[in-house]
């Protein structure tokens, strides 16, 4: 057997410009990767690489060629275990340029199999955990409308980006037009611990879900501070990035989130989900602005997870993939009436 790659950028513009505690974004690069087996099936994987991270799409195309090499030697789209380890000795860092590689390749293998990537693991489609729809930060009376459209098109979890000097303006705007919505805030590491304490005191009056990572990543024993004096469970994404950091949080929150183009690919996600687990941690998958080329593969890790944040698309004015029908925020891994991730032209 042998197999054929290659890999292209796509540009995906935002239905609204995006902003976090940190910053701004109106367009977004993913680089999208093809693998093609003798007998021309095509797995097909996204790079949705974060500037906080380290990478952008040209850090993305720089490493490729050396990670798409490894695929053509080992020539075996099946032996996953070593076409990711050797990807791992060959570029350590990286992750979403190794995780779009992981994507293409599971996609490959699945649909050799004709089979959809959830079943291809035996997972209880029935399972799978809603996806939240986030809110950036922005004007109040643009928060109001972002929220009235977000209920309108039927997301019953809003995730609320905060970190700002009116969260508790934001909040009780989105609380007051979302009356029902489960609602979780993420302040994008924006507060000291004994601020964050204040903050999350007031902003637990609009009944919230818990709030993810109030203070910095390299902050770990603040994070255990917030959480011991907190009404609200709190939740670690910056301070989550690989399998190493999850023991590293154990204990000092309740939750760990964890995104593919965090941790490199789909296995090693799967192992960061049943270490959480073993660590007596809460997991919750989320993601960058992506293309649903790499969102529909985490939708299948969707009936492993207490809480899915897997939006990226659904953030996107024109993504070009089709991917795993999420009506509502619903991720409809039954209905899927295709083999591999699911994701195809739209
Ligand atoms: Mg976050």
């Not at 609204?16 to 990767?33: D, L, W």
């Not at 990286?94 to 004709?114: G, M, T």
């Not at 035996?122 to 729809?133: H, I, R």
């Not at 296995?267 to 989900?273: H, K």
Request: net charge negative; aromatic share 4%.
């Amino acid at each position: 057997m042998s197999l054929a790659t290659d890999f292209e950028r796509v540009s995906l513009e935002l239905e609204n410009a995006f902003t976090i505690a940190r910053g701004t974004q109106e367009t977004v690069e993913n680089v999208v990767v093809h693998v093609r087996d003798d007998d021309g099936t095509v797995g097909v994987g996204a790079a949705a690489p974060s500037a906080h991270y380290g990478e952008t799409a040209a850090t993305v195309e720089a490493v490729l060629p050396e990670l798409l090499a490894v695929v053509e030697d080992v020539g075996d789209p099946h032996r996953l275990d070593r076409i990711e380890r050797r990807m791992r000795e060959t570029v350590e860092r990286n992750p979403a340029a190794r995780c779009a590689v992981s994507i293409a390749l599971h996609d490959l293998v699945c649909k050799r199999l004709d089979v959809p990537l959830y079943r291809y693991w035996g997972l209880d489609p029935e399972a799978a955990v809603s996806t939240s729809y986030t809110i950036g930060i922005d004007t109040t009376e643009r928060v109001a409308e972002k929220t009235e459209t977000a209920v309108e098109r039927g997301y019953s979890t809003l995730k609320v980006k905060v970190g700002t000097d009116r969260d508790e303006e934001i909040v009780s705007t989105v609380r007051e037009r979302a009356p029902d919505a489960t609602i979780r805030v993420d302040a994008n590491e924006a507060w000291t611990p004994r601020e964050a304490v204040r903050k999350i005191d007031a902003l637990a009056a609009y009944d919230l879900e818990f709030v993810e990572q109030p203070v910095p990543a390299g902050d770990p024993d603040g994070l255990e501070f917030v959480r011991n004096r907190s009404a609200l469970p709190i939740a670690a994404d910056e301070s989550c990035v690989t399998l190493e950091d999850v023991p590293q949080i154990a204990g000092r929150v309740d939750v760990a989130n964890l995104k593919l183009m965090k941790c490199g690919g789909l296995r090693e996600a799967t192992r960061m989900i049943h270490a959480a687990r073993a660590h007596g941690l809460e997991v919750m998958l989320g993601c960058m602005v992506e293309t649903n080329v790499a969102i529909a593969a985490a939708a299948h890790l969707a009936p492993l997870l207490d809480y899915a944040d897997l939006d990226g698309s659904l953030l996107v004015a024109d993504d070009p993939y089709d991917g795993v029908p999420m009506p509502a925020g619903e991720i409809d891994l039954e209905s899927l009436d295709r083999p591999g991730t699911g994701a195809r032209h739209a």
